[in-house]
């Protein structure tokens, strides 16, 4: 399968460090094309797209205000191919009116996808086929678990929750690792204890199955020291709503640059 990697930054790497470690992509058939960044070893770079190439699948992995400047390049380079976009803001029939000759999908997934352990959406555009489909689906299970979405709309909440989500549980252990930190613990023990006691949480609950607020509930005894803690947590829903603030804040901001874009 002859494929296009168009930009190789930050998220364009870890899709494509994913698939190559999970198999799905060959990387002596990888083209990438970028400007100034290097692709793994195997694949081969261009710093633009090819004039005379033809591809399978295309995956467009730079900045969406990018894409104005390249659509005329890909346009004869994506006929006939499964272009696959991560761009936040650009829908399908924005890609699909730029390149007509191509069937349009677009993913959302973030950086622990090069680990297999990012939650990868999915939305085709009304042309992708069954078998492209399926393709979609080996591509997305080789980064992760894999929703696939219905409305594109909701492409903005996928974005808030796991495009954005790392960022905010990063900023959440910081918080756990000062607030132990504060309580006199060595500043390194505590952002280690608090990166492994997430780590385990998220792992019990990853293998458990059962919903947070039981699990919530195992760990919090009547009169306990979890139960005064969760009390500060859950005093006028205060964790609630700061998270469905933070997480609102996110959608919004992706909706607007859909809109400006």
Same mark, same amino acid.
């Given at each position: 399968?002859? =494929? ?9 790497? /870890? ?10 992509? @060959? ?6 094309? $970028? ?16 004039? $005379?190439?033809?591809? @399978? ?34 829908? =399908? ?30 939305? /085709?555009? *009304?042309?992708? =086929?069954?078998? $492209?489909?399926?393709?979609? *689906?080996?591509?997305?299970? /080789? ?53 492994? *006691? ?12 059962? @919903?947070?607020? =039981? ?21 006028? $829903?205060?964790? @609630?709503?700061?998270? /469905?603030? *933070? ?15």
């Amino acid at each position: 399968m002859k =494929t296009l990697l168009v930009g190789c930054g930050n998220m364009g790497r /870890a899709l494509l460090d994913g698939w190559l470690a999970a198999g799905v992509l @060959d990387p002596g058939e990888v083209i990438v094309a $970028d400007p100034v960044a290097d692709g793994p070893p195997g694949v081969e770079l261009a710093r633009d797209i090819p004039a $005379d190439g033809r591809f @399978d699948l295309i995956v467009l992995a730079i900045k969406p205000q990018g894409f104005a400047d390249i659509a005329a390049a890909l346009r004869g380079a994506s006929e006939g191919a499964l272009v696959l976009s991560i761009l936040a803001g650009i829908e =399908t029939l924005q890609l699909a009116a730029a390149l007509p000759d191509a069937r349009i999908a677009r993913i959302m997934a973030n950086l622990a996808a090069t680990q297999g352990l990012s939650p990868v959406a999915l939305y /085709a555009h *009304t042309n992708v =086929t069954m078998n $492209d489909r399926a393709l979609l *689906t080996r591509l997305g299970e /080789a980064l992760g678990p894999v929703e696939w979405l219905e409305d594109e709309a909701m492409l903005h909440a996928v974005t808030a929750l796991g495009g954005s989500g790392p960022g905010f549980v990063y900023r959440l252990l910081e918080a756990l690792a000062k607030g132990g930190a504060a309580l006199g613990l060595e500043p390194r023990a505590a952002a280690a204890m608090a990166l492994a *006691t997430v780590r385990g949480a998220a792992e019990l609950a990853a293998r458990s199955g059962e @919903d947070f607020a =039981t699990l919530a509930a195992r760990v919090a005894s009547p009169g306990g020291t979890t139960r005064a803690g969760l009390d500060v947590l859950e005093r006028d $829903d205060a964790a @609630d709503r700061m998270l /469905a603030e *933070t997480l609102a804040a996110a959608r919004d901001r992706s909706q607007e640059l859909s809109r400006n874009g």
